[in-house]
């Protein structure tokens, strides 16, 4: 796809931002198992950027990656899992080398299982990875908010430390006449890890402040679904 923005003709306006890509997959499924695959290829120029000066300067760059997905289902229980892995490349001049974008995460992990358990009840859980955040070599603090201090950082060849999670819901489900209800709490980041991320302010890409991301979280949710009719119901419960 190409994508052309047009802006309102008042003020000045930067050259026309451009962006390219193309892509393929593929996919294979049995009545147990599903795999899919997909590679892109993004190229991307006249960027706006905000530079350290306060001036505004355009980019050019690239974006490429793969993304994997397998999903199966034995008996009660369901399972996913993506891979991506993709990278993200930018350079203010033609004649400078790519560098990775701030917020550029080359592996992310996401894998859940879900079981069905007697009584309408069902328990999911799932764990998260991604790679580590870039920071700049004067970057040396990140200000917890829940602490209200700064807190020094660790770095690993010029990245942050890698994130990962644990998360865990138990879902309810009641059933009465053409009404559906769902009572969930969903636990996320189970054994609390807290590190180091990027605020992300959609205002200015380049070296962004840090801070760190929430504890143990629990929510609890409360869900309501209606069918017209009860064949309708029986129908989306068979699906689902």
């Given at each position: 796809p190409s994508y052309l923005l047009?802006?309102?003709?008042e003020g000045t306006y930067l050259p026309f931002e451009r962006s390219d890509g193309s892509?393929?997959?593929a996919r294979w499924a049995s009545s147990a198992l599903s795999v899919e695959l997909e590679g892109f290829y993004r190229h991307f120029d006249r960027l706006s950027e905000f530079e350290k000066d306060g001036s505004v300067g355009q980019l050019n760059g690239r974006a490429y990656g793969v993304e994997t997905h397998v999903q199966s289902r034995l008996g009660p229980i369901q399972s996913?899992?993506?891979?991506?892995?993709?990278?993200?490349m930018?350079?203010?001049?033609?004649e400078e080398s790519l560098t990775p974008a701030w917020f550029d995460q080359p592996h992310r992990l996401d894998v859940v299982v879900n079981a069905a358990l007697p009584r309408n009840w069902t328990?999911?859980?799932?764990?998260r990875f991604a790679s580590n955040f870039l920071v700049s070599d004067e970057t040396t603090a990140a200000y917890d908010i829940l602490r209200q201090r700064e807190v020094s950082i660790t770095?690993?060849?010029g990245r942050l430390v890698p994130f990962h999670a644990a998360d865990l819901k138990v879902a309810h489900h009641m059933f009465w006449r053409k009404l559906r209800l769902d009572f969930t709490l969903d636990i996320q980041n189970v054994y609390s890890r807290r590190i180091p991320e990027?605020?992300?302010?959609?205002?200015?890409?380049?070296?962004?402040?840090?801070?760190?991301?929430?504890?143990v979280l629990p929510i609890f949710?409360?869900?309501a679904y209606f069918w017209p009719s009860r064949q309708r119901r029986d129908a989306d419960t068979s699906a689902e």
């Amino acid at each position: 796809p190409s994508y052309l923005l047009i802006g309102l003709p008042e003020g000045t306006y930067l050259p026309f931002e451009r962006s390219d890509g193309s892509s393929a997959g593929a996919r294979w499924a049995s009545s147990a198992l599903s795999v899919e695959l997909e590679g892109f290829y993004r190229h991307f120029d006249r960027l706006s950027e905000f530079e350290k000066d306060g001036s505004v300067g355009q980019l050019n760059g690239r974006a490429y990656g793969v993304e994997t997905h397998v999903q199966s289902r034995l008996g009660p229980i369901q399972s996913r899992l993506i891979y991506q892995y993709t990278r993200s490349m930018l350079r203010e001049d033609t004649e400078e080398s790519l560098t990775p974008a701030w917020f550029d995460q080359p592996h992310r992990l996401d894998v859940v299982v879900n079981a069905a358990l007697p009584r309408n009840w069902t328990l999911s859980a799932r764990f998260r990875f991604a790679s580590n955040f870039l920071v700049s070599d004067e970057t040396t603090a990140a200000y917890d908010i829940l602490r209200q201090r700064e807190v020094s950082i660790t770095k690993n060849n010029g990245r942050l430390v890698p994130f990962h999670a644990a998360d865990l819901k138990v879902a309810h489900h009641m059933f009465w006449r053409k009404l559906r209800l769902d009572f969930t709490l969903d636990i996320q980041n189970v054994y609390s890890r807290r590190i180091p991320e990027p605020l992300i302010t959609a205002i200015d890409g380049g070296n962004p402040t840090l801070t760190f991301g929430l504890p143990v979280l629990p929510i609890f949710g409360l869900d309501a679904y209606f069918w017209p009719s009860r064949q309708r119901r029986d129908a989306d419960t068979s699906a689902e």
